[in-house]
């Protein structure tokens, strides 16, 4: 075996006690995490907002974006239910390059993982105890959910991860709602299986451990438009794309029927201004359909404080280093728009 063991890191548990959380921050996910449920079970007409960076690269550039949402968040809360977007994993299509503060906590120096969960969990504490935010991650590594379980009020399964046994049948047993996306190639009965699985009882190995699950009934499709055989993006998310997944929820007998509509990648293209308009065409939807209008139940945004993306070396406060992002005077005014046309 080719492997190098270079130390052992801590279980979750370990640095759960490590790193505790308090009472005040147990009592604001538990508040989070049912406002949210009730989105996703049709006990709530708050639209939803899974926004913020591609991918958490700076701490205190995501603290400033948090406070800023936290400060438009008092004048939009009665329509739009904000999930900050706290992405700690970046999926690398060929392996290479920056995947995001888990694996490198500070971009100008190597690869330390022990330095990269504690940082992560760190992060993830005080954007709860600071904005009352509790946030979204993507699930790109299954066996490494638990060292955030006790902070995080919603998960993303991935493309590129949506096929995978482990992720299926780890997102039965975590307790907050699962967005599954669908894949790269757009085929959304990959999806709704992913979404069946996630939804079902399981039995499996876990981290050492066998468990059993109860099933997630608030696993839910994510459209994030898709790749055709010629390389091009392809968006998913028009009329006609909800009314087609609409119209196979009504076949799968899945518990909650519910979609988020991604608003970047394929969608856009990765063109970022284009979110502006593709929300604004989802909520269009929304308003002549009473059936889309049930099934859509929120938007992902990719945003931070600056426009654009630039190198992991760019040096620039707030912009991304990795998918371009909308920047923060867009995302104000988008977001205000938004709470009055929902």
């Known amino acids: 075996m080719q492997m190098e063991f270079i130390r052992r890191l801590p279980t979750p548990e370990e640095l759960k006690e490590m790193y505790p959380v308090d009472a005040k921050i147990r009592a604001v996910k ?16 708050r639209f939803l907002l899974v926004i913020g960076p591609c991918s958490a690269d700076n701490e205190e550039a995501v603290l400033e974006y948090m406070y800023r949402l936290a400060r438009i968040n008092e004048k939009v809360r009665d329509k739009l239910l904000i999930v900050p977007r706290v992405y700690t994993n970046k999926p690398r299509t060929k392996g290479v390059g920056y ?144 009314q087609r997944l609409n119209d196979a929820y009504q076949k799968s007998g899945l518990a909650n029927p519910a979609v988020v509509v991604d608003v970047n990648h394929a969608n ?12 604004k065409d989802v909520l269009h939807s929304r308003h002549v359909s009473p059936e889309i209008a049930r099934l859509v139940k929120g938007l992902m945004i990719e945003s931070y404080l600056e426009d654009g993306s630039q190198p992991v070396d760019g040096g620039v406060f707030g912009k991304s280093i990795t998918d371009p992002c909308l920047g923060w005077t867009g995302t104000e005014r988008l977001l205000l728009e938004l709470a009055e046309i929902v």
């Open 268 to 279: 856009s293209g990765k063109r970022y201004l284009e979110q502006i308009r593709i929300s």
């Open 30 to 45: 538990e508040e989070r995490d049912r406002e949210i449920a009730e989105v996703f079970k049709g006990e709530s007409d």
């Open 99 to 242: 995947k995001g503060m888990l694996h490198q906590p500070d971009v100008h120096r190597g690869e330390d993982m022990l330095a990269g969960i504690i940082a992560i969990r760190e992060m993830h504490t005080r954007v709860v105890r600071e904005t009352g935010f509790t946030c979204a991650e993507e699930m790109l590594y299954p066996e490494n959910h638990r060292y955030l379980s006790d902070l995080l009020s919603y998960v993303a399964v991935g493309a590129r991860s949506v096929e995978d046994q482990q992720h299926r049948l780890v997102a039965s047993g975590i307790g907050i709602p699962a967005g599954m996306k669908n894949p790269t190639s757009g085929d959304i009965t990959v999806m709704m299986n992913s979404i069946t699985a996630a939804q079902s009882p399981q039995r499996f190995q876990y981290r050492g451990w066998e468990v059993q699950t109860p099933g997630n009934p608030l696993a839910h499709a994510i459209l994030r438009g898709f790749v055709n055989h010629f390389g091009q993006s392809m968006p998913n998310y028009h009329y006609e794309d909800l």
